[in-house]
């Protein structure tokens, strides 16, 4: 798959500014709409959307298949005769520049509740068929979700290993009980993934008539305290208490010494594989009915991943094991025909993962900030190595802003302080500076590349530095996944000199 000369911004839903304490997909987001088309933006890429857990990262979801019910915007329930306007001007008085999750849940959850309420008893009738037909078409994942949720609910949120045997084994008569208990409960779950996937449709087709596609983002792998683990436990390496056997991760690498230890259940491949994949297919055939451009995290687990015993507190014990590999995506292209794939090939990529993307021509990534370090004559990160079909970006949701990564002094990586200077010197030697706009001369250098997609996170258009990163790998912390910048940041100074360096390089859309 090839993509036309392009650009975009990277900018989760989450960061935007509302006036109730988290991006959500209401006016803010139709105003980014705009200034993605006044600045000739092509593409919108947004992390996973899935309703996330006590961490609040993305990539740690209770579902694969449902909405974050956060992202709903509570305006237009007003408008539909959902909620009564006062319910929204007792709102706290939220951060405006950071997610506190623990108030607006608290807030946002008590407010969708009511309009449930409100509709299982006639409110907004002319809701009604639209939301039985969503019900009926996503009866798959949607009940079996809201069952998990509300049961977790129940259970004062302990993850569903730890719930009765009969509940963690799915005995039949259990759930039949547990069901009816709370339905009440479920219809309000439901709800809230009708109006996610209403407003997300809505937003998702604003775009599309401005020329302008979503990039999403699939998480190789799921949460174990997720439905999708508690629906599908064969599926994956779990003992007969549901705990798991063997756990996700990377082994140490320029983020950490002691490498990542995610926690994610493994896939039992050789199970997936008998039955066609058909979970993966599915979970492919539903992130596009939402986005335009599917962005795999850590493809290279499809060609091989860390294995790392539950048993361990760090990544660094963990071996290989060979993934699907062709077999996987051949099912997937004779399923759903040629699906529009990027591959995050980044970390330790050896030959046969390249071979890998190739054969099935996955744009693969760049990203700047790695360019300059001591590998950089074999890492292909130096925008004159860089081939056509590549989506190259300043930095990722994973990295510190370009003005961050420039103005640290290496905390955070395994680089010592001579090694960062001497990366710095290259960068200044590479690309003409003297550091003045430091992060507009890591636009313009990714932007003038062959690379035929260039993105862009917001916080490098913006000019910010490390108090706006989105998240640091490893850690749990609270600033994480909390970021959001002010309204009005994004002004005609901002827009026009975007608009300017898009122009110049040659992406912006036809027409425009």
């Known amino acids: 798959m090839r993509l036309p000369r392009s650009s975009g911004v990277l900018l989760h839903?989450?960061?935007?500014?509302?006036?109730?304490?988290?991006?959500?997909?209401?006016?803010?987001?139709?105003?980014?709409?705009?200034?993605?088309?006044?600045?000739?933006?092509?593409?919108?890429?947004?992390?996973?959307?899935?309703?996330?857990?006590h961490t609040h990262s993305?990539?740690?979801?209770?579902?694969?298949?449902?909405?974050?019910?956060?992202?709903?915007?509570?305006?237009?329930?007003?408008?539909?005769?959902?909620?009564?306007?006062r319910i929204l001007e007792t709102a706290p008085a939220f951060n405006e520049t950071s997610v506190d999750y623990d108030a607006v849940t608290a807030f946002k959850e008590a407010?969708?509740?009511?309009?449930?309420?409100?509709?299982?008893?006639?409110?907004?009738?002319?809701?009604?068929?639209?939301?039985d037909r969503f019900c009926a078409e996503n009866t798959s994942w949607l009940d079996g979700y809201a069952l998990f949720r509300a049961m977790k609910e129940a259970h004062g949120g302990a993850a569903w290993h730890t719930w009765d045997a009969a509940l963690v084994h799915r005995e039949p008569d259990a759930l039949r009980s547990w069901q009816e208990k709370l339905r009440p409960e479920t219809d309000d779950l439901k709800f809230q993934q009708?109006?996610?996937?209403?407003?997300?449709?809505?937003?998702?087709?604003?775009?599309?008539?401005?020329?302008?596609?979503?990039?999403?983002?699939?998480?190789?792998?799921?949460?174990?305290?997720?439905?999708?683990?508690?629906?599908?436990?064969?599926?994956?390496?779990?003992?007969?208490?549901?705990?798991?056997?063997?756990?996700?991760?990377?082994?140490?690498?320029?983020?950490?010494?002691?490498?990542?230890y995610w926690g994610n259940p493994i896939y039992r491949w050789d199970l997936m594989a008998s039955r066609g994949y058909a979970w993966w297919i599915d979970r492919i055939r539903s992130m596009l009915s939402m986005m335009d451009i599917l962005r795999i995290d850590h493809f290279r687990g499809f060609e091989a991943y860390w294995v790392i015993p539950a048993s361990?507190?760090?990544?660094?014990?963990?071996?290989?094991?060979?993934?699907?590999?062709?077999?996987?995506?051949?099912?997937?292209?004779?399923?759903?025909?040629?699906?529009?794939?990027?591959?995050?090939?980044?970390?330790?990529?050896?030959?046969?993962?390249?071979?890998?993307?190739?054969?099935?021509?996955?744009?693969?990534?760049?990203?700047?900030q790695f360019a300059f370090g001591p590998d950089i004559h074999h890492a292909g990160f130096l925008p004159h190595q860089y081939y056509p079909n590549l989506v190259a970006y300043t930095g990722t949701h994973d990295n510190d802003t370009f003005i961050g990564w420039w103005q640290a002094?290496?905390?955070?990586?395994?680089?010592?302080?001579?090694?960062?200077?001497?990366?710095?010197?290259?960068?200044?030697?590479?690309?003409?500076?003297?550091?003045?706009?430091?992060?507009?001369?890591?636009?313009?250098?990714?932007?003038?590349?062959?690379?035929?997609?260039?993105?862009?996170?917001?916080?490098?258009?913006?000019?910010?530095?490390s108090e706006a990163r989105m998240n640091t790998p490893g850690t749990s912390g609270d600033h994480n996944w909390r970021w959001r910048f002010r309204a009005g940041a994004l002004t005609p100074e901002v827009a026009g000199r975007l608009r300017e360096l898009t122009e110049l390089y040659g992406r912006l859309p036809d027409g425009r």
């Open 58 to 85: 993305p990539y740690q979801s209770y579902s694969a298949f449902a909405g974050n019910p956060l992202l709903v915007s509570l305006p237009p329930l007003v408008r539909d005769g959902l909620l009564e306007s």
């Open 13 to 53: 839903p989450t960061s935007l500014p509302s006036p109730h304490g988290i991006g959500d997909l209401g006016a803010e987001a139709y105003r980014f709409a705009d200034f993605l088309r006044e600045t000739g933006q092509r593409i919108w890429q947004v992390l996973p959307l899935g309703p996330t857990g």
């Open 111 to 131: 407010a969708m509740r009511h309009a449930s309420r409100r509709f299982h008893e006639g409110g907004a009738p002319q809701l009604r068929e639209e939301y």
């Open 194 to 260: 009708f109006l996610f996937f209403r407003q997300w449709r809505d937003l998702r087709n604003y775009c599309r008539d401005r020329g302008i596609v979503i990039m999403g983002d699939i998480p190789i792998y799921v949460a174990h305290d997720s439905s999708d683990v508690w629906s599908h436990p064969d599926l994956f390496h779990l003992d007969e208490t549901g705990e798991p056997t063997v756990v996700a991760g990377v082994p140490p690498d320029y983020f950490s010494a002691t490498g990542q």
């Open 409 to 465: 002094k290496g905390e955070g990586t395994t680089m010592s302080r001579a090694a960062i200077r001497q990366e710095r010197d290259f960068a200044r030697r590479y690309m003409a500076t003297t550091g003045k706009d430091i992060h507009w001369v890591g636009i313009r250098t990714v932007m003038a590349s062959v690379a035929d997609t260039a993105v862009f996170p917001l916080q490098d258009i913006l000019g910010l530095g």
């Open 312 to 368: 361990e507190t760090t990544a660094v014990n963990g071996h290989w094991e060979a993934g699907p590999r062709d077999d996987l995506f051949h099912a997937i292209q004779n399923a759903l025909g040629s699906v529009p794939l990027v591959a995050e090939n980044l970390g330790l990529i050896t030959d046969e993962v390249e071979a890998l993307r190739k054969r099935f021509e996955f744009p693969g990534m760049g990203v700047l």
